[in-house]
Protein backbone atom coordinates (compact mmCIF):
# COMPACT_ATOMS: atom_id res chain seq x y z
CA UNK A 1 0.00 0.00 0.00
CA UNK A 2 1.62 3.24 -0.95
CA UNK A 3 0.67 6.74 0.75
CA UNK A 4 1.29 10.21 -0.99
CA UNK A 5 1.11 13.30 0.62
CA UNK A 6 1.06 16.25 -1.51
CA UNK A 7 2.60 20.20 -0.09
CA UNK A 8 3.39 23.52 -1.30
CA UNK A 9 0.05 24.43 -2.78
CA UNK A 10 -1.24 27.82 -1.69
CA UNK A 11 -2.63 31.48 -3.13
CA UNK A 12 -0.45 33.39 -5.73
CA UNK A 13 -0.77 36.00 -8.37
CA UNK A 14 -1.23 35.08 -11.82
CA UNK A 15 2.26 34.54 -13.52
CA UNK A 16 3.77 33.70 -10.03
CA UNK A 17 5.45 30.35 -9.53
CA UNK A 18 4.84 27.46 -7.03
CA UNK A 19 6.55 23.81 -6.26
CA UNK A 20 4.27 20.98 -5.49
CA UNK A 21 5.91 18.24 -3.74
CA UNK A 22 4.52 14.44 -3.36
CA UNK A 23 5.82 12.36 -0.41
CA UNK A 24 5.35 8.82 -0.97
CA UNK A 25 6.14 5.57 1.32
CA UNK A 26 4.96 2.31 1.83
CA UNK A 27 6.69 0.68 -1.43
CA UNK A 28 9.29 1.03 -3.84
CA UNK A 29 9.06 4.31 -5.57
CA UNK A 30 11.14 3.30 -8.39
CA UNK A 31 8.65 0.90 -9.56
CA UNK A 32 6.07 3.60 -9.84
CA UNK A 33 5.08 5.57 -12.62
CA UNK A 34 4.07 8.95 -10.69
CA UNK A 35 1.59 11.18 -11.90
CA UNK A 36 -0.01 14.84 -11.67
CA UNK A 37 -3.79 15.71 -11.91
CA UNK A 38 -6.00 18.60 -11.00
CA UNK A 39 -9.73 19.04 -10.33
CA UNK A 40 -12.22 21.81 -10.19
CA UNK A 41 -15.44 21.45 -8.15
CA UNK A 42 -18.55 19.79 -10.85
CA UNK A 43 -15.28 18.73 -13.43
CA UNK A 44 -13.47 15.74 -14.00
CA UNK A 45 -10.30 15.12 -12.80
CA UNK A 46 -7.59 16.24 -15.62
CA UNK A 47 -4.40 14.61 -16.32
CA UNK A 48 -1.55 17.55 -15.84
CA UNK A 49 1.94 15.52 -16.33
CA UNK A 50 3.62 12.09 -15.99
CA UNK A 51 7.06 11.02 -15.24
CA UNK A 52 8.95 7.43 -15.61
CA UNK A 53 9.90 5.25 -12.90
CA UNK A 54 13.59 6.56 -13.82
CA UNK A 55 12.36 10.60 -14.28
CA UNK A 56 14.33 9.98 -17.59
CA UNK A 57 10.74 10.41 -19.71
CA UNK A 58 8.03 12.83 -19.32
CA UNK A 59 4.87 13.96 -20.89
CA UNK A 60 2.50 16.92 -20.36
CA UNK A 61 -1.00 18.15 -20.73
CA UNK A 62 -0.90 20.48 -24.01
CA UNK A 63 -2.10 23.60 -21.79
CA UNK A 64 0.93 23.43 -19.22
CA UNK A 65 3.96 22.76 -21.81
CA UNK A 66 6.04 25.12 -21.47
CA UNK A 67 5.22 26.32 -17.85
CA UNK A 68 5.34 23.23 -15.66
CA UNK A 69 7.85 20.88 -15.10
CA UNK A 70 7.45 17.45 -13.34
CA UNK A 71 10.73 15.79 -12.00
CA UNK A 72 11.47 13.16 -9.34
CA UNK A 73 13.98 12.30 -6.73
CA UNK A 74 14.37 8.19 -6.56
CA UNK A 75 16.58 8.84 -2.70
CA UNK A 76 13.75 10.74 -1.45
CA UNK A 77 10.81 9.32 -2.76
CA UNK A 78 9.24 12.39 -3.95
CA UNK A 79 7.88 13.79 -6.88
CA UNK A 80 7.59 17.48 -7.67
CA UNK A 81 5.56 19.74 -9.95
CA UNK A 82 7.45 22.88 -10.87
CA UNK A 83 4.71 25.71 -11.85
CA UNK A 84 5.85 28.57 -13.38
CA UNK A 85 3.67 31.90 -15.21
CA UNK A 86 0.54 30.49 -13.63
CA UNK A 87 -2.64 31.52 -14.76
CA UNK A 88 -6.41 32.38 -13.10
CA UNK A 89 -7.36 28.97 -15.15
CA UNK A 90 -4.61 26.70 -13.59
CA UNK A 91 -6.70 27.13 -9.85
CA UNK A 92 -7.60 23.42 -8.77
CA UNK A 93 -7.10 20.77 -6.55
CA UNK A 94 -3.66 19.26 -7.47
CA UNK A 95 -3.51 15.69 -7.13
CA UNK A 96 -0.28 13.28 -7.03
CA UNK A 97 -1.07 9.98 -8.33
CA UNK A 98 0.99 6.46 -8.57
CA UNK A 99 0.94 4.33 -11.27
CA UNK A 100 2.64 0.69 -10.56
CA UNK A 101 4.99 0.07 -13.58
CA UNK A 102 7.36 -2.71 -12.59
CA UNK A 103 9.82 -3.61 -15.24
CA UNK A 104 7.83 -1.37 -17.94
CA UNK A 105 10.12 1.63 -18.55
CA UNK A 106 7.93 4.07 -19.93
CA UNK A 107 4.49 4.29 -21.42
CA UNK A 108 2.43 7.15 -21.54
CA UNK A 109 -0.92 7.03 -18.84
CA UNK A 110 -2.87 10.17 -18.57
CA UNK A 111 -6.49 8.71 -17.69
CA UNK A 112 -6.83 8.59 -13.90
CA UNK A 113 -7.93 4.66 -14.05
CA UNK A 114 -4.64 4.50 -14.94
CA UNK A 115 -3.54 5.12 -11.64
CA UNK A 116 -3.42 3.01 -8.51
CA UNK A 117 -2.87 5.33 -5.61
CA UNK A 118 -3.56 8.36 -4.61
CA UNK A 119 -2.75 11.51 -2.76
CA UNK A 120 -5.47 13.85 -0.96
CA UNK A 121 -4.94 16.65 -3.07
CA UNK A 122 -3.20 20.07 -2.41
CA UNK A 123 -5.12 23.50 -3.21
CA UNK A 124 -3.40 25.89 -5.97
CA UNK A 125 -5.39 29.43 -6.18
CA UNK A 126 -4.24 32.01 -9.07
CA UNK A 127 -5.29 35.19 -8.47
CA UNK A 128 -5.96 37.61 -11.11
Known amino acids: QVQLVESGGGLVQAGGSLRLSCAAS????????MGWFRQVPGKEREFVAT????????YYTDSVKGRFTISRDNAKNTVYLQMNSLKPEDTAIYYC?????????????????????WGQGTQVTVSS
Open 97 to 117: AAKFVGSVTFRIASKAVDYDY
Open 26 to 33: GGAFVSYA
Open 51 to 58: ISKSGINT
